[in-house]
């Protein structure tokens, strides 16, 4: 059976009632018919009908034994880091997302846990990294924003061999391109905010385990430490679940698309698209703040915005919105340079986000042209 067939059938029908789709169980308790006699529920931070369901269905989509959803994509890569000790050591991909590295660098080093970041697509590199301390590998593939692509596989293979847990934020590639439990990950990661949900409305995390222990273990965290996702968001997400392929397919064939015409732009320097997903980046030839700025504001139907994985197209400059915090000549290091675009190729038609493009394109020629009379006029005043 094909993967979308399996997961729409893995959505059940409510047995009680015959509804098809699954019902939001709005409640914060259940009644007990003696104390500790139940139906299987008695608290919704512990334990909720919709979420379970919802748990239910990612588990067997990334191949896991056990899921967990959280509040966030944060809360779920914060129950991930729970499952280590004061002492330990993380060694990370280096152009992680920020909001981890925030998490890593403001929350868990006071805690005693230290992370050593290294570039995951050169295995030398990553053997040569891994110490005495080393207990978790965390790894994301493709990486934002110049999505550089790692082999998940070989990396498993360092992890096995000492004795690592090894854990995959996956929000990029979603589990239609890569299931990392099947190569041999222990732990799957997903901002179920960006493709999962789909629709930009709600904000979730998402974790499945491969081994019923480790998911014992984040099933404990979860609910000791509380940032559970409510039933009505867990819904949203089993909705966006049901259309999760035929979306990344076709932001797929549109980002396609996209990157070709980049390719062959005259205002463009380097394109990064590792050939599938939604999400494209762009170097511009003026690689200047100013530029990318006039640019990001030039878009129609683009619209200037953080996040990605949604059915309407974002655009976002990553040095002045969500890499404003790193440091200036890592930034640089990471090729995250002044005039760098990131896209999320949304689900209008191809053709019309071209047309957007290259109108935000003639904006950047018209305004150096500009701005070069300006420049000449200038001169001439002087004169
Ligand atoms: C957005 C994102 C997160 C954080 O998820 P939230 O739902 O915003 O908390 C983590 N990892 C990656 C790769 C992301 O893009």
Same mark, same amino acid.
């Given at each position: ?172 590639? *979603?589990?239609?391109?890569? #299931?990392?439990?099947?190569?041999? !990950?222990? $732990?799957? @990661?997903? /901002?179920?905010?960006? =493709? ?84 494209? *980046?762009?170097?511009?030839? #003026?690689?200047?703040?100013?530029? !990318?700025? $006039?640019? @990001?504001? /030039?878009?129609?139907? =683009? ?81």
């Amino acid at each position: 059976m094909q993967a979308t067939t399996q997961l729409l059938h893995s959505i059940p029908v409510d047995a009680q009632t015959g509804a098809i789709a699954v019902p939001i169980y709005q409640t914060s308790t259940f009644v007990q018919e003696a104390p500790g006699v139940n139906k299987g529920f008695d608290y919704s931070r512990t334990n909720n009908p919709t979420r379970q369901e919802l748990e239910k269905i990612i588990a067997q989509l990334e191949k896991g034994t056990v899921a967990a959803a959280f509040s966030s994509g944060l809360a779920a890569i914060d129950a991930v880091i729970k499952l280590l000790e004061s002492g330990d050591e993380i060694l990370a991909v280096n152009d992680i997302y920020g909001g981890a590295f925030r998490l890593f660098e403001k929350v868990y080093k006071k805690f005693g846990i230290t992370v050593t970041y290294v570039d995951m697509s050169d295995l030398t590199a990553v053997h040569r990294a891994i110490s005495l301390k080393t207990k978790l590998i965390w790894l994301e593939t493709p990486t934002n924003p110049t999505l550089k692509v790692a082999d998940i596989r070989a990396i498993a293979d360092i992890a096995e061999r000492y004795k690592l847990l090894f854990a995959v934020d996956n929000t990029f590639a *979603s589990p239609v391109y890569q #299931q990392p439990l099947t190569l041999g !990950a222990d $732990i799957v @990661v997903h /901002s179920a905010t960006k =493709f999962i949900g789909g629709h930009s409305d709600v904000i979730a995390g998402l974790i499945i385990a491969k081994d019923p222990e480790i998911g014992k273990q984040i099933k404990f965290y979860q609910n000791a430490c509380g940032a559970v996702l409510g039933p009505f968001d867990s819904f949203l997400l089993i909705r966006g679940l049901e259309t999760l392929h035929l979306r990344v397919q076709q932001h797929t064939r549109s980002a396609t698309q996209v990157a070709q015409f980049l390719q062959k732009h005259a205002a463009v320097e380097e394109v990064f698209y590792p050939g599938f997903g939604g999400v494209v *980046s762009f170097r511009l030839k #003026q690689d200047s703040e100013s530029a !990318a700025s $006039i640019f @990001v504001q /030039s878009t129609q139907l =683009f619209h200037l915005a953080e996040s990605l994985g949604g059915v309407k197209s974002l655009i976002s400059h990553p040095v002045s919105m969500t890499h404003k915090s790193i440091d200036p000549e890592k930034r640089k290091a990471a090729g995250i340079t002044d005039g760098l675009i990131r896209l999320s190729v949304g689900l209008e038609d191809a053709a019309d986000l071209v047309n957007d493009l290259e109108d935000a394109f003639q904006q950047i020629t018209q305004n150096k042209k500009a701005s070069g009379l300006l420049k000449k006029e200038a001169g001439l005043v002087s004169i």
